[in-house]
């Protein structure tokens, strides 16, 4: 039976909803404000917009969120409690002795989410190998609990050494914290990792614990919002950080891995359109309301990262997460990101953001700092009369009002200081795209620019300039883009497994069988959510390094029995990556590290279609000409297009904003654009050779 497919996305702004008919093919989009004291709110909300969705017949609806990372990063987690091995109660204050700059002077460690008193010890002790060393004091361990429930916590981590190896020391101690406090929820290390390394699984299991809670309760509310009131049955999936989605079940138990729930999708519907218009390698570059987010996809595949970091900065190390997640490197530099002059006299430009609520002057809602939306539409890329397709009223004169201290600061007129703010804000993204492709080894010049969200396609072109991108692909829909790329996803499962040793010494029979388990749980896991068994795909890959490293490089392995021969043709395969990844490879041991195993249940996607040519006309488009502050050019006179009016393949030069519901796309003076097959806009610089006639 046919029916819709559904996905929604919270941004810090704005709530988006994308919806596919399966029947007919056509798309539709809404968009409603966050509503921060109830996110459930937001998603019912942009569903009452949607006036001809009927939610009863939903065939599958997929959720994103920022619930996980904001409780993280404002620190609105629960109580938590910590109980590891004994002599291991400081683990997390002990961290990594490496910085993220070596030369740094103002470095500081994190502060553990759990303080000193709420970390206890319990006498066990397994080694690396799995074999026990001390046995397991199951006393102590009630003793423990019954103390953390004293102190009042509300969730419980518990981390033992080498659990990854042998978890039963901790699968008792799970049994225990059931029989002494059943209310409070708990996480056992090895139930969201199997990778070795103490700091990282015990970091991992920490965060998870502390928001265990509000995650929980979160997609509790979500889903009895959508089975009372939207009338949804057993179609609920939420996105994960690792780019694929998992049912609200699989979720609520381990919530560590929605850390990135929201921004992925984008990047897995920017692959998607690289694949599209024969890219491989392309750079996905989300600008919200709160945030600039951007990702790398090399060859068609988005980074993947199991030593992702939150909150990592030059001057700060982050808090390690030791769960596979696609690589994406965040800043606050959004829309909504707040201008101000700092002590020294210099212009700022974030991390804070107005949010939804206040939300930039400009909305006159009571915000009366400025930010970067403001000077948005000071410089004239915005209409004031067709904000959001005319369904938000902005007020200018806040705006002009909100952009005066910055002004009078420099003595300059008022879009000076909004040409400014829009500077700094681009330098920051900038800097961003740098992070994840110059200071990793890739150059941009080989890389298409995606751009998507609210704010991304004004900025992108200011991106090209100066990182010399190939070009910048701006999608359909792109204000709602993430939430499509949804629509592109799988359901998928991972899994990593420790085990060092030898690839000259490996048992090669204990390898394939530990493989065979891990593809016999992912299997199960997946049919457990409907997923036929042909519609099942897995790859798998080991962390290997030359003996005496401590990095390692992630290496394709072939399905099946891993025999002599296959070894050998794994360390060809080593060397080479190796080579790649760091210009050299060495005639010495190599070293099997981690096993790991993704498996990827297929389901129905939203397919992208070729746009009609009926009535699309260049003078159809036209809608109007005004004046842009562009840096470099100065204020020039500049044409205003409609996008979905605009001709296929036929090139317009820059000046030129392309106005639509969600967004707005900016074309500089000494640049180009134009509409493909699929409606995608692509803009390059004018000295290339114009490609259509």
């Keep these: 039976m046919t029916g819709y497919r559904i996905a929604t996305d919270i941004g810090g702004t704005f709530t988006d909803l994308v919806y596919l008919d399966e029947k007919t093919g056509e798309v539709r989009v809404a968009k409603a404000s966050t509503t921060p004291h109830n996110f459930a709110q937001g998603v019912i909300d942009t569903l009452d917009k949607a006036e001809q969705l009927n939610t009863a ?18 620190r609105k987690g629960v109580k938590t409690g910590l109980i590891t091995t004994k002599g291991f109660r400081d683990v997390l204050e002990i961290g990594r002795s490496n910085r993220p700059d070596i030369y740094n002077m103002y470095y ?18 397994v080694n690396y190998k799995g074999e026990v060393v001390e046995p397991f004091d199951a006393g102590e361990m009630r003793e423990q609990v019954r103390q953390l429930v004293g102190e009042g916590v509300e969730s419980i981590a518990v981390c033992f050494l080498h659990a990854y190896a042998n978890p ?12 002494v406090a059943p209310h409070i929820p708990f996480t056992l290390s090895h139930e969201v990792t199997q990778e070795w390394r103490e700091y990282e699984r015990t970091s991992t299991a920490v965060l998870n614990s502390y928001v265990l809670p509000t995650a929980r309760a979160y997609l509790d509310n979500l889903e009895q919002n959508l089975t009372t009131r939207k009338r949804m049955g057993d179609v609920l999936h939420i996105m994960q950080s690792n780019g694929g989605s998992a049912t609200f079940g699989m979720a609520k138990r381990t919530p560590i891995n929605l850390v990135e729930s929201g921004p992925v999708a984008g990047v897995i519907g920017a692959a998607r359109i690289g694949e ?6 392309v750079i996905a570059f989300d600008v919200g309301g709160t945030t600039a987010k951007t990702s790398l996809v090399e060859h068609g595949r988005p980074k993947i990262t199991t030593e992702y970091k939150i909150e990592l900065t030059r001057e700060f190390a982050g808090y390690p997460i030791l769960a596979p997640t696609i690589d994406i490197v965040e800043i606050g530099s959004g829309g909504g990101s707040i ?3 700092d002590a020294a006299g210099a212009l700022k430009v974030g991390p804070v953001s107005a949010g939804a609520v206040p939300g930039p002057a400009c909305y006159d809602k009571g915000g009366t700092q400025p930010t970067v939306t403001d000077a948005n539409l000071l410089v004239g890329r915005l209409n004031a009369d067709y904000f959001l397709g005319g369904e938000l009223k902005v007020n200018v004169k806040k705006a002009v009002e909100a952009m005066m201290p910055i002004a009078r600061h420099f003595n300059i007129s008022p879009e000076e200081a909004a040409l400014g703010v829009i500077r700094i804000s681009d330098f920051g993204k900038i800097n961003a795209i740098k992070l994840i492709s110059v200071r990793r080894g890739y150059d941009p010049r080989d890389f298409v620019l995606v751009a998507f969200g609210g704010g991304g396609p004004m900025h992108a072109a200011a991106m090209m300039r100066d990182l010399r991108c190939k070009k910048v692909v701006i999608p359909t829909y792109p204000g ?3 939430a499509f790329g949804m629509l592109m996803t799988d359901l998928r499962v991972d899994y990593i497994r420790t085990m060092i040793s030898r690839t000259d010494q490996v048992d090669l029979s204990r390898m394939s069988g530990m493989y065979d388990e891990m593809e016999q749980q992912a299997r199960a896991r997946l049919t457990a959510e409907h997923v036929a068994p042909a519609n099942i795909q897995v790859q798998r890959y080991a962390d290997m390094r030359y003996k005496g490293q401590e990095h390692t490089v992630k290496v394709p392995l072939p399905v099946g029995t891993v025999t002599a021969d296959a070894m050998n043709k794994i360390n060809e395969s080593f060397h080479k990556l190796h080579e790649q990844a760091y210009t050299f490879k060495l005639d010495t041991a190599i070293e099997l590290v981690n096993y790991q195993l ?9 397919e992208i279609g070729t746009v009609s040519t009926q009535g699309l006309s260049t003078s159809r488009a036209k809608k109007s000409t005004r004046p842009v502050l562009f840096d470099d050019f100065g204020t020039v006179n500049t044409t205003v297009y409609e996008r979905d009016y605009l001709p296929i393949e036929k090139v317009i030069d820059g000046p030129a904003i392309i106005e639509e519901p969600a967004s707005v796309t900016v074309v500089y003076p000494d640049q180009q654009v134009y509409r493909d097959k699929y409606g995608f806009l692509h803009i390059e610089m004018q000295q290339k050779k114009q490609r259509f006639s």
Excluded: C, M
């Design 339 to 341: 201008a101000h002059i």
């Design 168 to 179: 039963d020391h901790e699968i008792q101690a799970g049994k225990i914290i059931s029989e």
């Design 108 to 125: 500081e460690k994190p502060v553990p989410f759990v303080p000193r008193y709420l970390r206890l010890e319990v006498t066990e002790r």
């Design 598 to 606: 993704t498996a990827i249940g297929a389901v129905a996607k939203a």
């Design 276 to 281: 599209l218009i024969g890219e491989s390698n």
């Design 57 to 74: 017949q939903t065939a599958f609806f997929v959720h994103g969120t920022t619930v996980v990372i904001n409780a993280l990063t404002e």
């Design 480 to 482: 709602v883009f993430s």
